[in-house]
């Protein structure tokens, strides 16, 4: 059999929208009755090869998570369509443990994401009770394996920890060791690295790294941080105030930027290397509000190279170069 065009592709978003509604008191119920919405992620389509490692990177507030979780069925879009391994997952005869089988998050927390009444064991164990048909001794000997496969050795000693008595590195370790335990196809990791110590960073980096190689995974890397996103990913979705205003191989956008946000935010890192720790800096003017998001392209306000039409239109992303995508009027 030909292998079609979309065999490639492990992910695939299309015309992504998610709109949350805003809860307003009593009064300004009264005041005005119009409904208002967060437009979190408005249109964003993009698609991950089989394997690969897609990075959504942008500030705060652009809809990075949103997004992310989306593409897992955990958020249910406004509109627009989540298809992966080949199928809608938003059509009714996906499955919901089928589709948790398949696609996994790591959220942004590692705190928060771990019970800490739940032994390491245990926590490992959890998914594979609700997912597989393992048995109980087979469950063990996974979880035994995957501690040895994620450095938490030796596993038996691990095995019995709580959260509390392991470091934050040692934690993310245990967080990224549940979300592959059934084998995942796809996962989303959630700023993976953001809560943990600068020097065990390029450490955790390197475990999914070596995880997605090994398992042939696709990953979603939801990061604030360029460094982080050059040194893991294949290909970058460059967000802002919900829209992918730049997109590319992370060598396209990180020889050759042509987005004035890309620009402003690589400026803004000048070392490339992940294991030094900087200053956070960001373009110059505040991100405006997702709820009224500027008229026409939603960087304008900020942007160095404003010009009329750039208040008045939303530009197209259009693709320059092979992969390399911009929207933007100054081309
Ligand atoms: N459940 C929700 N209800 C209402 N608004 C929400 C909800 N979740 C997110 N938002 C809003 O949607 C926008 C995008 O949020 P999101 O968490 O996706 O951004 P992010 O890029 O992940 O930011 P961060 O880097 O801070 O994690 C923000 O304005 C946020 O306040
Ligand atoms: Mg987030």
Redesign the pocket.
């Known amino acids: 059999m030909h292998a079609t065009f979309t065999d490639e592709f492990m992910v695939s978003v299309e015309g992504l929208v998610k709109y949350f509604p805003v809860q307003k008191s009593f009064i300004s119920q009264l005041i005005s009755r119009k409904r208002e919405y967060v437009h979190a992620v408005d249109s964003v389509s993009f698609q991950i090869r089989k394997g690969k490692i897609h990075a959504l990177v942008g500030e705060?507030g652009s809809g990075?998570?949103?997004t992310?979780k989306v593409t897992v069925g955990l958020i249910e879009p406004t509109s627009g369509k989540v298809v992966i391994d080949g199928r809608d997952i938003f059509k009714d005869e996906v499955d919901r443990r089928e589709l948790r089988k398949k696609a996994q998050y790591i959220f942004?927390d590692p705190n928060s994401s771990l019970n800490p009444r739940m032994k390491v064991g245990q926590a490992l164990e959890e998914p594979l009770i609700h997912l597989s048909d393992a048995t109980k001794q087979e469950r063990k000997e996974i979880v035994m394996k995957m501690l040895e496969d994620v450095n938490l050795s030796p596993a038996a000693s691990f095995y019995s920890r709580y959260p509390h008595e392991l470091s934050g590195g040692q934690r993310q370790r245990v967080v990224i060791a549940r979300a592959l335990i059934i084998q995942p196809k796809y996962v989303v990791a959630?700023?993976p690295v953001a809560m943990v110590d600068a020097s065990v960073r390029a450490q955790i980096m390197d475990l999914l790294i070596t995880m997605q190689k090994r398992l042939g995974l696709t990953i979603l890397l939801?990061t604030h941080d360029l460094a982080v996103a050059s040194y893991m990913a294949d290909t970058i979705s460059v967000m802002y105030l919900g829209k992918i205003v730049e997109q590319g191989s992370t060598e396209q956008i990180f020889s050759n930027p042509l987005h004035p946000y890309t620009n402003a935010l690589i400026s803004s890192v000048p070392v490339p290397d992940p294991k030094v720790k900087r200053e956070k800096q960001i373009p110059h003017g505040e991100v405006p509000s997702a709820i009224r998001p500027p008229e026409g392209c939603r960087f304008n306000p900020r942007c160095p190279y404003r010009f009329d039409r750039c208040t008045r239109e939303v530009p197209e992303l259009l693709e320059l170069e092979e992969g390399h995508f911009v929207s933007c009027f100054l081309y």
């Open positions: 705060s990075k998570t949103t992310g942004q959630d700023e939801i």
